[in-house]
């Protein structure tokens, strides 16, 4: 009795790991082949407005005298720059820090207090874009001691965005439909579809264009000096996307 419940129970067995083999077998079968493709889309404009970033440092013996001297040149560099024709709104403070200064011994002793440095960054927002060189200039000689991440922008970046979205996609199924082609069928519908990202235009640091900064101050100290003159380039706005679609296989030959 004890023998046929064993071979009862091992039948059972068998019958259920080959039921189970050919469900798997089954289930993988029905699935329909896929193609996965990439596409990346870009857009170029024009910039229609800048932004930039203007240091105002001070270095005194006291912190009182640093900060003084900094909200001084702070008002004449923002009186010029209204003067170069920005308005109110288009000049803000973006920073303001006071450090103290130390000067560190070569034989390694106790650093030594030497003096503050005040620090005030100016945003100012360039509407015309012909008018840089002047603004760039006007700070630079009212006592601005820098000029840098410029920011070229354009007013309809969004547009661009969705544009290049749009490329992204049509390119991503132009290349599942040769490839689909290629192996002897056809695109069949589209499972999924997703972004990888849209990269819009970054901040470039002025110093980085053959050294106007330089140029600017040089400038300031000549009797006649040449105005600044700052070209922008196009903006490249990219996106790209991944996409999934059913394969359908061709007439078998």
């Not at 200064?101 to 620090?119: E, L």
């Not at 874009?129 to 002047?134: A, I, Q, T």
């Not at 840098?148 to 965005?161: G, M, P, Y």
Request: hydrophobic residues 45%.
């Amino acid at each position: 009795m004890h023998k046929q419940l064993v071979a009862i129970a091992l039948s059972i067995c068998v019958v259920s790991a080959r039921s189970i083999a050919q469900g798997a077998s089954s289930s993988s079968s029905t699935r329909e082949p896929e193609i996965m493709a990439s596409g990346r889309g870009e857009v170029r404009l024009a910039p229609s407005y800048a932004i930039l970033s203007i240091s105002v440092t001070t270095r005194e013996n006291a912190a009182v005298a640093a900060a003084s001297e900094n909200a001084r040149k702070v008002q004449a560099v923002t009186t010029a720059l209204r003067s170069a024709g920005l308005s109110e709104k288009e000049v803000a403070t973006s920073g303001y820090r006071i450090d103290q200064n130390f000067v560190y011994p070569r034989d390694g002793q106790q650093p030594v207090p030497s003096g503050f440095t005040a620090n005030t960054t100016i945003r100012a927002e360039v509407r015309r874009l012909d008018n840089l060189g002047k603004v760039v200039d006007a700070a630079i000689s009212a006592g601005a001691t820098g000029v840098s991440a410029i920011q070229f922008l354009a007013a309809n970046t969004e547009d661009a965005r969705r544009s290049a979205m749009a490329e992204a996609v049509r390119q991503a199924r132009a290349d599942a439909e040769v490839i689909a082609r290629a192996a002897g069928g056809s695109l069949g519908r589209l499972i999924a579809l997703n972004s990888g990202g849209v990269s819009l235009p970054v901040p470039r640091d002025l110093y980085t264009a053959g050294g106007m900064i330089l140029a600017a101050e040089a400038a300031s100290m000549s009797p006649a000096p040449p105005p600044t003159r700052i070209i922008p380039g196009e903006l490249n706005v990219t996106a790209q996307v991944f996409g999934r679609w059913e394969f359908v296989p061709g007439p078998s030959r």
